[in-house]
């Protein structure tokens, strides 16, 4: 009886120990899992490509993208959005501020604080790759710019009308693979991404990473070579369709997740098989170090946070009071101001010409001057040149 | 009524706090709703920010920001702006069916900067101050560029205080393709101290508000006097949109508007962080008008005494029971309109892709008396006028500008600008002609859809129309926003502003297939003809020996090993 009493306790106390040093194990695991990633904040570049009306899926297919990428956290100044041609306030739209992807008009996904960085004739290719490099005019505001470090996750979607190697940019350019492949090689050796995600929704889209060789890249596409990406259904009231089938499906997938979902690359190949998208969607990860079951979907849709909780006390410093400037103690501005004359006809009547630029003198005053100076010394000659200067 | 209890102590609260820092920014907000004579009603938001502070100072940095939005503070510290007027329109504003609107604007993107005299490159401190505007507004301002600029010589005075007025400091741009959406909105919004939040913004839902026959968002900046002494100057940022609703689009056909019917929201708060914040609506043409209100107040705007009916936000009471405000507007009859006395119309004449006209008409709709105005025309390069050809007739008979200022466009660098004062007589029709040439663009220049044509810039017509109402030129603080917007000096007379409409014009637009197709022609005739000409001269023929048998070859592989010499 004491003996099985002491096994028992024994097995007790060894099952007490266990646990915890297992739940430590557990949590040691969960955080190398939180940790692995190595990208610190998150970036999206989404491009419509496509202009006109008929055009409307592309950008339907973006909004949906860039919905999905707010609502999973990536804040507006961290999304650079470019949308080829306006559909929501097109005189065509019977529902203006409107972008719909779903027929029956159940989901607006241009909703009411869209912010498009780059807009109608400013989305070329030029634009695109300097985005992309940061090779910007210094001028260019930061919305505009594509901030990202080393320590960055950047989503890229592209969509619009595409062919065996070649993107079209608004029916008069083009971009091609190998292009792009160069723009990523640029981005790697600048240090501007941790990793990437390229998503591509165009016919022949697998032609587009094709000729990828840079790291940390994977890229997923709705066609193969050969196929072409079809359209999903049309709105009767609207008249066009109103999503791709491959981007419809993706945003279906992305509905479903979450901040805190675990979902991860794998799920997302799966999305859109033959059966649904009448293409075959590719995907490309051998430029890839993690294994892609282990990344998860909100490592690049979503901005999510990883916080470190500390118990020290930081102590603030105490708000600095501006010193309130009083405008003088010793003058008093007696005289009183006074705002313009918005149509002073006298005034306008007796405008002094405008002060003109100075031109080099004409031949005629220069031939003129020439005479008189020849003249002059014609008649003194030059020795006398020195009692005159 | 819960929920009335819990916001009044929040604006106790606030107003605590205001009391131990003195404020030296207020912030007042106003919308004035005024139905129109077609059926369509007129609401004019207006959002003003005071601040008694000097960007330009050298001394004093300002780095705490209140009610004034940040972004902008730095744009006008960082570039010595003087004034800006920015103006995002989507529409055309019908002059002769709606009257006269409260802040004029032209269809597209329109801005305007008077710098301070301290600058020393002001096309340098213009490129980037239109780069840092596109990137607040999300708007392609960055097309602005010296191919559209223009420095306009007599129009566009500042509207803010100031004695000196050197038109080089005064640059001046329209973007007329410009579109206007809920992406220019959004930041819009956001410069708004309670932004979408609380008190009148909270109406502003993108899907009515472009759902209109107008749509007009601006920002407007000038130092103001900041008391009725004027001493001391004080930034006023104003914030305007100007919405006008369609009888048939929004309402049915039916005139009877409500808040809800227009912006399908109701108020139930003011903003707390407001001062004032009331609604004006226009009772001059007697509607019905629920709830009613006791406070009533005459303004005289725009030459014509109208009477308003006043809803206070600040007060609790306004929101009555429901704790919400609908006001609902009903009106029925045709009464006449008073007639606009401005008005201007613009169009193409002439066919072809070679030669064409400009037509500008304007109106003076006055009875009795003749006054001037101010025609500024900006035209782009290629649109080559001939100057020699500008006539202006009135009444059928040569009437000759007092004033003319043209500057001549040059090639890819600068566009025309043309500016007349001209007399209008009394209850006529005055007509500027001039005729132009299109030009040839090089073929990277044209837009990605070129077939649907290159747009012109409004015209924009200023003058000081007589009033028939004495104006008011006492400026008092609790004047209504909408009436002190532009500053009154003398009480015979208004000041307005008519825009025309834009012009479409089609320039020959050439074949853009046509470099691929010409290389793939001359790499043909090149191989074809030059190719088989240098065969025949350079190709010579060489016997060949025909293959051997296998036999042959072994034995040739053979005798190849063996070092022994080979068949033939």
Same mark, same amino acid.
């Given at each position: 009886m004491?003996?099985?009493?002491?096994?028992?306790?024994?097995?007790?106390?060894?099952?007490?120990?266990s646990?915890?040093?297992?739940?430590?194990?557990?949590?040691?695991?969960?955080a190398?899992?939180f940790?692995s990633?190595?990208?610190?904040?998150?970036?999206?570049?989404?491009?419509?490509?496509?202009?006109?009306?008929f055009?409307?899926?592309h950008v339907?297919?973006?909004? !949906?993208v860039? =919905? $999905?990428?707010?609502? +999973?956290?990536?804040?507006? %100044?961290? @999304?650079?959005l470019? #949308?080829?041609?306006d559909?929501?306030?097109?005189?065509?739209?019977?529902?203006?501020?409107?972008v719909?992807?779903?027929?029956?008009?159940?989901?607006?996904?241009?909703?009411?604080?869209?912010?498009?960085?780059?807009?109608?004739y400013?989305?070329?290719?030029?634009?695109?790759?300097?985005?992309?490099?940061?090779?910007?005019?210094? !001028?260019?505001? =930061? $919305?505009k710019r594509l +901030?990202?470090?080393?320590? %960055?996750n @950047?989503?890229i979607? #592209?969509?619009?009308?595409?062919?065996?190697?070649f993107?079209?940019?608004?029916?008069?350019?083009?971009?091609?693979?190998?292009?792009?492949?160069?723009a990523f090689e640029?981005m790697w050796?600048?240090?501007r991404y941790?990793?990437?995600?390229?998503?591509?929704?165009?016919?022949?889209?697998?032609?587009?990473?094709?000729?990828?060789? !840079?790291?940390n890249?994977m890229?997923?596409?709705s066609?193969?070579?050969?196929e072409?990406?079809?359209?999903?259904?049309?709105?009767?009231?609207?008249?066009?369709?109103?999503?791709?089938?491959?981007?419809?499906?993706?945003?279906?997938?992305?509905?479903?997740?979450?901040?805190a979902s675990?979902a991860?690359?794998?799920?997302?190949?799966?999305?859109?098989?033959?059966?649904?998208c009448?293409s075959?969607?590719?995907?490309?990860t051998?430029?890839?170090?993690?294994?892609?079951?282990?990344v998860?979907?909100?490592d690049?849709f979503?901005?999510?946070?990883?916080?470190?909780?500390?118990?020290d006390?930081?102590?603030l410093?105490?708000?600095?009071?501006?010193?309130?400037?009083?405008?003088?103690s010793?003058?008093?501005?007696?005289?009183?101001?006074?705002?313009?004359?918005?149509?002073?006809?006298?005034e306008?009547i007796?405008?002094k010409?405008?002060?003109?630029?100075?031109?080099?003198?004409?031949?005629?005053?220069?031939?003129?001057?020439?005479?008189?100076?020849?003249?002059?010394?014609?008649?003194?000659g030059?020795?006398?040149?020195?009692?005159?200067? | 009524?819960?929920?009335?209890?819990?916001?009044?102590p929040?604006?106790?609260?606030?107003?605590r706090?205001?009391?131990s820092?003195?404020?030296?920014d207020?912030?007042?907000?106003?919308l004035?709703?005024?139905?129109?004579?077609?059926?369509?009603?007129?609401?004019?938001?207006q959002?003003?920010?005071?601040?008694?502070?000097?960007f330009?100072?050298?001394?004093?940095?300002?780095?705490?920001?209140r009610?004034?939005?940040?972004s902008?503070?730095?744009?006008?510290?960082?570039f010595?702006?003087?004034?800006?007027?920015?103006?995002?329109?989507?529409?055309?504003?019908r002059?002769?069916?709606?009257?006269?609107?409260?802040?004029?604007?032209?269809?597209?993107?329109e801005?305007?900067?008077?710098?301070?005299?301290?600058?020393?490159?002001?096309?340098?401190?213009?490129?980037e101050?239109?780069?840092v505007?596109?990137g607040?507004?999300?708007?392609?301002?960055?097309?602005i560029?010296?191919?559209n600029?223009?420095?306009?010589?007599?129009?566009?005075?500042?509207?803010?205080?100031?004695?000196a007025t050197d038109?080089?400091f005064?640059?001046?741009?329209?973007l007329p393709?410009?579109i206007?959406c809920t992406?220019?909105?959004?930041?819009?919004?956001?410069?708004?101290p309670?932004?979408?939040?609380?008190g009148?913004?909270?109406?502003l839902?993108?899907?009515?508000l472009?759902?209109?026959?107008?749509?007009s968002?601006?920002?407007?900046?000038?130092?103001v006097?900041?008391?009725?002494?004027?001493?001391s100057?004080?930034?006023?940022?104003?914030?305007?949109?100007?919405?006008?609703?369609?009888l048939?689009?929004?309402?049915q056909?039916k005139?009877?508007w409500?808040?809800?019917?227009?912006?399908?929201?109701?108020?139930?708060?003011?903003?707390?962080?407001?001062?004032?914040?009331?609604?004006?609506?226009?009772i001059?043409?007697?509607?019905?008008?629920?709830?009613v209100?006791?406070?009533?107040?005459?303004?005289?705007?725009l030459g014509?005494?109208?009477t308003?009916?006043v809803?206070?936000?600040t007060?609790?009471?306004?929101?009555?029971?429901?704790?919400?405000l609908?006001?609902l507007?009903?009106?029925?009859?045709?009464?006449?309109?008073?007639?606009?006395?401005?008005?201007?119309?613009?169009?193409?004449?002439?066919f072809?892709?070679?030669?064409?006209?400009?037509?500008?008409?304007?109106?003076?709709?006055?009875?009795?008396?003749?006054?001037?105005?101010l025609l500024?025309?900006?035209v782009?390069w290629?649109?080559?006028?001939?100057?020699?050809?500008?006539t202006?007739?009135?009444?059928?008979?040569?009437?000759?500008?007092s004033?003319?200022?043209?500057?001549?466009?040059?090639?890819r660098?600068r566009p025309?600008?043309?500016?007349?004062l001209?007399q209008?007589?009394?209850?006529?029709?005055?007509?500027?002609t001039?005729?132009?040439?299109?030009?040839?663009?090089k073929?990277?220049?044209?837009?990605?859809d070129?077939?649907h044509?290159?747009?012109v810039?409004?015209?924009?017509?200023s003058?000081?129309?007589?009033s028939?109402?004495?104006?008011?030129t006492n400026?008092?603080?609790?004047?209504?926003?909408?009436?002190?917007?532009v500053?009154?000096?003398?009480?015979?007379?208004?000041?307005?502003?008519?825009?025309t409409?834009?012009?479409?014009?089609?320039?020959?637009?050439?074949?853009?297939s046509?470099p691929y197709?010409v290389?793939?022609?001359?790499?043909?005739?090149?191989?074809?003809?030059?190719?088989?000409f240098?065969?025949?001269?350079?190709?010579?023929?060489?016997?060949?020996?025909?293959?051997?048998?296998l036999e042959?070859?072994?034995?040739?592989l053979?005798?190849?090993?063996?070092?022994?010499?080979?068949?033939?």
């Open positions: 004491d003996y099985y009493n002491l096994m028992r306790i024994f097995a007790f106390i060894h099952l007490l120990v646990i915890p040093h297992g739940y430590s194990n557990y949590v040691e695991t969960k190398g899992q940790f990633s190595g990208h610190t904040n998150n970036w999206a570049v989404l491009v419509c490509t496509s202009r006109f009306w055009n409307y899926r339907a297919n973006t909004l !949906s860039y =919905r $999905s990428v707010k609502r +999973l956290g990536i804040p507006d %100044s961290h @999304i650079v470019m #949308l080829a041609d559909m929501a306030c097109n005189y065509r739209n019977p529902k203006p501020a409107t719909f992807s779903h027929k029956n008009m159940e989901l607006n996904v241009y909703g009411d604080d869209v912010e498009v960085d780059y807009r109608g400013e989305v070329t290719v030029e634009n695109f790759l300097r985005v992309l490099t940061g090779r910007l005019p210094p !001028s260019t505001p =930061r $919305s +901030l990202s470090d080393d320590r %960055s @950047i989503l979607y #592209l969509t619009g009308h595409g062919g065996n190697g993107l079209k940019f608004q029916d008069s350019e083009e971009i091609s693979n190998m292009e792009l492949a160069d640029q050796q600048k240090r941790n990793e990437l995600l390229f998503i591509i929704d165009t016919c022949q889209g697998a032609s587009m990473y094709e000729r990828f060789y !840079s790291p890249l890229a997923l596409a066609s193969q070579v050969g072409d990406s079809l359209s999903h259904q049309p709105d009767l009231a609207i008249g066009v369709h109103l999503m791709d089938k491959y981007t419809f499906y993706l945003l279906e997938f992305l509905e479903e997740v979450h901040p675990q991860n690359m794998n799920d997302l190949f799966k999305v859109c098989p033959q059966s649904q009448v075959t969607p590719g995907h490309r051998d430029l890839f170090q993690r294994d892609p079951g282990s998860l979907i909100t690049f979503g901005s999510v946070r990883k916080v470190e909780i500390t118990k006390t930081i102590n410093t105490s708000p600095v009071e501006p010193p309130i400037q009083r405008s003088g010793g003058d008093i501005q007696i005289e009183s101001l006074t705002y313009v004359d918005q149509l002073p006809v006298a306008i007796h405008q010409p405008k002060q003109k630029d100075w031109h080099p003198p004409d031949g005629f005053i220069l031939g003129l001057w020439t005479l008189i100076l020849l003249v002059f010394f014609q008649t003194y030059i020795k006398h040149l020195k009692h005159i200067f | 009524w819960s929920l009335c209890i819990i916001s009044t929040l604006i106790h609260w606030t107003s706090s205001k009391q820092a003195p404020a030296r207020q912030f007042q907000e106003e004035v709703i005024r139905p129109l004579h077609s059926g369509d009603i007129y609401a004019s938001f959002f003003r920010t005071l601040w008694d502070i000097d330009l100072q050298e001394r004093q940095k300002v780095s705490h920001y009610l004034f939005p940040k902008l503070g730095q744009v006008l510290s960082k010595s702006v003087r004034e800006l007027h920015i103006s995002f329109t989507q529409g055309f504003w002059t002769m069916q709606w009257g006269q609107p409260f802040i004029p604007s032209p269809p597209g993107a801005l305007w900067v008077w710098f301070h005299d301290t600058v020393s490159d002001v096309d340098g401190n213009w490129k101050l239109t780069n505007l596109s607040i507004f999300c708007a392609s301002l960055n097309f560029d010296l191919t600029t223009v420095q306009p010589s007599a129009s566009f005075k500042p509207l803010g205080l100031g004695n038109h080089r005064l640059r001046y741009a329209t393709r410009e206007v992406e220019n909105l959004t930041p819009w919004k956001k410069l708004l309670c932004g979408s939040k609380a009148l913004s909270v109406l839902k993108s899907e009515k472009f759902h209109s026959s107008f749509h968002q601006a920002v407007h900046i000038r130092p006097c900041q008391d009725e002494q004027c001493t100057k004080a930034w006023e940022l104003r914030q305007t949109l100007n919405v006008v609703f369609d048939y689009t929004s309402s056909g005139k009877e409500s808040l809800f019917k227009m912006f399908s929201r109701t108020l139930t708060e003011a903003c707390p962080l407001a001062t004032s914040s009331k609604i004006y609506v226009d001059t043409d007697n509607p019905e008008l629920n709830p209100t006791p406070l009533l107040s005459q303004a005289v705007v014509d005494r109208r308003y009916s809803f206070d936000l007060r609790a009471e306004t929101f009555g029971q429901l704790c919400s609908n006001l507007l009903r009106w029925k009859g045709d009464s006449d309109m008073l007639r606009p006395l401005l008005h201007a119309e613009r169009y193409v004449a002439g072809g892709l070679q030669t064409g006209e400009i037509h500008t008409v304007i109106y003076n709709n006055h009875p009795y008396r003749a006054f001037p105005v500024m025309d900006s782009p290629y649109l080559q006028l001939y100057i020699h050809t500008l202006v007739t009135s009444k059928s008979r040569d009437n000759k500008p004033y003319i200022h043209y500057q001549p466009a040059k090639d660098h025309h600008l043309l500016e007349m001209i209008l007589p009394p209850h006529s029709m005055t007509e500027v001039v005729q132009f040439e299109r030009a040839l663009l073929w990277t220049e044209y837009t990605p070129p077939n044509g290159f747009y810039g409004s015209s924009v017509v003058a000081l129309v007589p028939m109402v004495a104006m008011n400026f008092t603080q609790d004047q209504p926003l909408f009436s002190s917007f500053p009154v000096k003398e009480e015979s007379s208004y000041f307005v502003r008519v825009y409409e834009p012009l479409l014009v089609n320039l020959p637009t050439p074949d853009f046509m197709n290389i793939c022609l001359t790499c043909t005739v090149v191989a074809v003809g030059y190719g088989s240098y065969n025949l001269l350079t190709r010579t023929f060489q016997v060949d020996e025909p293959s051997l048998p042959k070859r072994l034995a040739n053979i005798r190849r090993i063996r070092g022994v010499p080979l068949l033939a």
